[in-house]
């Protein structure tokens, strides 16, 4: 019979209290956009912006390598808030801008290299380089978003895991792209593309755990 009394004082206390804050999209943004800017410009501080930098990026193919990744994510960001949060509706559809974008480049520049000059332009000097980079930059951004994430309720734990690590890969992929004199459309679009994947698969598996609930 003592236990009753204590059951309901419990009850009581617990439903008195108040309720955790609510997630908001600064709470999952803020996290990730303060770890990649510190991640990147650490790194940018290293190994240096390219020296051409500001003439460079007059050059339609060169903006293009900074712009497409950063568009998207951008566009993945918002998603990942919008799907953290159960009844948002998420358009999908969005993303296919600047990937429909990254093909047009790189069909151009299939279309404008000699065959044998392919290899070459798709591989550059630097690819294993590129690759490692925006995977290593865009790994505390991902941790962080995910950890953000966990105060949220995904329905669907997987897809914001990799949307998180869609946007923070591509972020790394727009801050990297500051550096790398690797202008070749051929080049960005397979080895940026190749790491936003990696990204997002690493975001998408870790997600699945994550943000399980």
Known sequence: M?????????????????????????????PMLGGLAVTVGAALAVIG?????????????VAAKTVLPLVLAVLALVLAL?????????????????AAAALALFLQGLAQTPSGALLPAIMGHSAAACLMAITALSAPAIALGLWAARRGAPLRPGLTGGLIGMAASAGAAAGYALHCTEDSPLFFTTWYGLAIVIGTAIGALAGRRVLRW
């Open 2 to 30: 003592t236990d009753r009394p204590k059951t309901e004082d419990l009850i009581r206390a617990l439903a008195a209290s108040p309720p955790p804050p609510a997630l908001t999209g600064a709470g999952i943004a803020w």
């Open 49 to 61: 912006l390219r020296p051409d930098l500001g003439a460079a990026l007059m050059l339609p193919q």
């Open 82 to 98: 919008r799907s953290a949060r159960p009844g948002r509706r998420l358009r999908a559809g969005w993303l296919t801008g600047p």
